[in-house]
Every structure is written in C-alpha cells, then in structure tokens.
Nanobody, 116 residues
Framework: QVQLVESGGGLVQPGGSLRLSCAASGFGFSVYDMKWYRQAPGKERELVATSTSPGGSTMYADSVKGRFTISRDNAKNTLYLQMNSLQPDDTAVYYC?????????WGQGTQVTVSS
C-alpha cells in the first residue's frame, strides 16, 4: 500500500534552514507528481510546492518562492523540501502528498516551528 513518511522537522530560529524528507513506498514514485503541503494552527492546509513527473518541473506558492526548493531522488523514492530563510509564518505541520488513481495519500506530517 502507499506509504509516505516525513521527517526532518524541528525547532529553528528565524532566518534558519531545515530540510524535510518524505520517504515513499508502495507505488511508482518516479512517475507521479509529488507535493508538499503545510497546515498552521487554525488555518487550512495549503499547497507549498510541487514536483512534476515526468518533466521535473517545479512550482511554488508565492509565500515560499525564492526560499524553498523542492527536489526528488527517484532512485531513493524520496522527496525533499529545502527551506531557507525561515520565518515564524512558516510554522506549520508539513505533509507530503501524492494523488494516485483518483485517491489522495498523505504522510503523518512533520512539525516545523520557527521561533526565537
């Protein structure tokens, strides 16, 4: 079955960096678009970044453009999100996502807290 397992979250000071990972299994990772979402307390889940496949193009929410980078290692079935210049507004639970055969799959999420 499809499994997505995020890791790499934590507490970081404003201006700091983190790299999130999402280990995927149970499906053909290399042929699917993969996405990172986040959900802050009291807010709706929002799309942060997309990695398309095939093609390898990337898309970002305006709020993270120029600071976050989505990437993937198809040999390792792993999705990444490099987050630089983190700000308190980036505090949220971050989820990776895949839509496969009409169904949405999510990981358990990883908490990112940006605070001094």
């Amino acid at each position: 079955q499809v499994q997505l397992v995020e890791s790499g979250g934590g507490l970081v000071q404003p201006g700091g960096s983190l790299r999130l990972s999402c280990a995927a299994s149970g499906f053909g990772f290399s042929v699917y678009d993969m996405k990172w979402y986040r959900q802050a307390p009291g807010k709706e889940r929002e799309l942060v970044a997309t990695s398309t496949s095939p093609g390898g193009s990337t898309m970002y929410a305006d709020s993270v453009k120029g600071r976050f980078t989505i990437s993937r290692d198809n040999a390792k079935n792993t999705l990444y999100l490099q987050m630089n210049s983190l700000q308190p507004d980036d505090t949220a639970v971050y989820y990776c996502h895949v839509r496969r055969r009409g169904s949405d799959y999510w990981g358990q999420g990883t908490q990112v807290t940006v605070s001094s």
